[in-house]
């Protein structure tokens, strides 16, 4: 991960060593001042190699090209990371739950995720030197919080990296009709993944973002529209589609929790949040772009899973344009391989950004502009992607060990985290004053939702994976796996 520098805001103004090497004090920080003097991995620290003019000015242009992030390709980068085609299994939730609480609660739990959004932001003002999650997890807990967090971190996004590269084998084998091994299929997509995530900076990474956001909305208005109207020319048109308002009969706890936690962590940009802000030249303009990024994030998911439910009914599948029959899913997911790829490149990036900036504080290899530098970045990249494809081919339920590590970081890093960073890093007086009533009551609704889906989403995922270990529907190890089926493209009745 790229340290931030004295002077953030002007970033490409390093001056002198000896300015590099003062202590570093968070604005109007003083447990930031008070942690960065006893932890010397906290701050500016001096390197034997910014001996020379030479090197000086390859840290200042290194440092400089790392703080060009505007507050839109923020917006879009954040938009990126979370929506991917995980937004085409929520009409499935929506089945599961009903029309009224599906759209209730994606609504509720964005703005709660924007509402944590906020304040990790303004923990990011308050102690510039927060790089990281990791770093944040420093502030709270000291040197175990830092590894804690930084490995939470890393094994959560390591394995979405890996269910990217899987799901790019399932798009890929549907558009070849499954004649080749989805095996050499998710190689051929951890190489696209490896190749997208070369680029070190969020700056460049935004640009492919514009095109991942195209295609996603292509993706997902293909999918609305074919099943539109396949339903308008069924026997009973649309109003023959059976939908429900309310959950369906019979629902069992861990089912509805599955359910209400694939909402849950469809807002799950916050994991990202403390580097993207690192690399913002205006870091005080962060919340024009969670406000964009969340509104758009609440739109797209509600209309997605509202739409394709009252379009398909109960015989929707996840995702959902799996529904609109086998033209229609090959049209879909061709035009969705840009995000598939994009987006999975972009968790590699936010997890290798803290692993090389650690491993290469002290040098002027973390600014990835020397030949030494991309050497190392490029090899880290690499061996990241492997792993994360090896993990995702080697696990027999990789999918339900996925949705365990989100159960029990995505919950922490977006919910009750920031709620806890509120008591303990932000709030002046008493928690009740007037000034910090709304927020404080915010932030325990916000602790409440993080820790249920911690618990319950922990339980549910458990109990599926011994569901099905019992009854051997598990794949072997780097075995070609079946394509999911494809629905016959009619509305149910």
């Not at 308002?245 to 599955?258: I, Q, S, Y």
């Not at 080697?394 to 977006?414: E, K, T, Y």
């Not at 409440?448 to 009854?471: E, R």
Request: glycine residues 10%; aromatic residues 10%; contains cysteine.
């Amino acid at each position: 991960m790229a340290e931030h520098t004295p002077d953030a805001s002007a970033p490409a103004s390093i001056k002198d060593h000896a300015q590099e090497n003062s202590p570093k004090q968070g604005a109007g920080s003083r447990r930031g001042a008070l942690l960065a003097q006893q932890d010397p991995e906290v701050g500016i620290e001096g390197s034997d190699e910014l001996t020379n003019d030479q090197m000086k000015q390859l840290a200042a242009s290194g440092n400089a090209h790392f703080h060009r992030l505007g507050w839109k390709r923020l917006a879009v980068v954040t938009i990126v990371e979370a929506v991917a085609l995980g937004a085409l299994s929520l009409p499935k939730a929506y089945d599961t739950l009903g029309m009224f609480p599906g759209v209730f609660l994606t609504i509720m739990l964005g703005l709660i995720a924007i509402f944590t959004s906020y304040i990790v932001g303004q923990v990011k003002l308050k102690y510039p030197e927060t790089a990281s999650y990791a770093d944040a997890g420093r502030l709270l807990l000291g040197r175990f919080g830092y590894e804690l967090f930084g490995a939470a971190m890393v094994l959560e996004l390591v394995m979405v990296v890996g269910s990217h590269a899987l799901t790019g084998s399932i798009a890929l084998g549907d558009l070849n009709n499954g004649h080749v091994c989805s095996v050499a299929f998710s190689a051929i997509s951890a190489i696209i993944l490896l190749i997208l995530a070369i680029p070190p900076s969020f700056t460049e990474v935004a640009i492919l973002g514009y095109v991942d956001f195209v295609s996603i909305i292509a993706a997902i208005g293909i999918t609305i529209i074919a099943s539109g109207i396949q339903a308008g020319k069924s026997e009973h048109g649309l109003k023959g589609v059976d939908w429900r308002t309310m959950p369906k009969e019979d629902l069992g706890f861990a089912e509805a929790f599955v359910a209400v936690s694939n909402i849950i962590f469809a807002f799950s940009f916050a994991i990202g949040q403390f580097s993207f802000m690192d690399e913002m030249h205006t870091p005080t303009d962060y919340m024009k772009s969670i406000w964009a990024s969340g509104f758009i994030q609440i739109c797209i998911y509600t209309l997605t899973g509202a739409l394709c439910y009252a379009f398909i009914g109960s015989n929707v599948l996840a995702p959902a344009l799996l529904s609109s029959g086998p033209t229609i899913s090959k049209v879909a997911f061709g035009v969705a391989l840009p995000v598939i790829f994009i987006s999975g490149s972009i968790n590699s990036t936010v997890a290798l950004r803290y692993i090389h900036g650690r491993i290469w504080k002290k040098s002027i290899v973390r600014y990835v502009n020397t030949p030494r530098g991309w050497f190392w970045w490029i090899s880290l990249v690499t061996v990241f992607t492997i792993i994360a494809w090896v993990i995702a081919e080697a696990i027999p339920i990789f999918s339900d060990l996925l949705s365990l590590a989100s159960a029990l970081f995505v919950s922490g890093f977006s919910f009750w985290i920031p709620a806890v960073m509120w008591f303990y890093l932000l709030c002046e007086g008493p928690w009740f004053s007037k000034k910090n009533l709304m927020i404080s009551l915010g932030s325990i609704l916000a602790f409440i939702i993080g820790i249920v889906t911690l618990g319950a989403g922990t339980y549910a995922t458990i109990k599926d994976i011994i569901d099905q270990t019992t009854n051997g529907s598990t794949h072997r190890p780097f075995t070609c796996r079946p394509l999911p089926s494809v629905g016959n493209g009619t509305a149910s009745h």
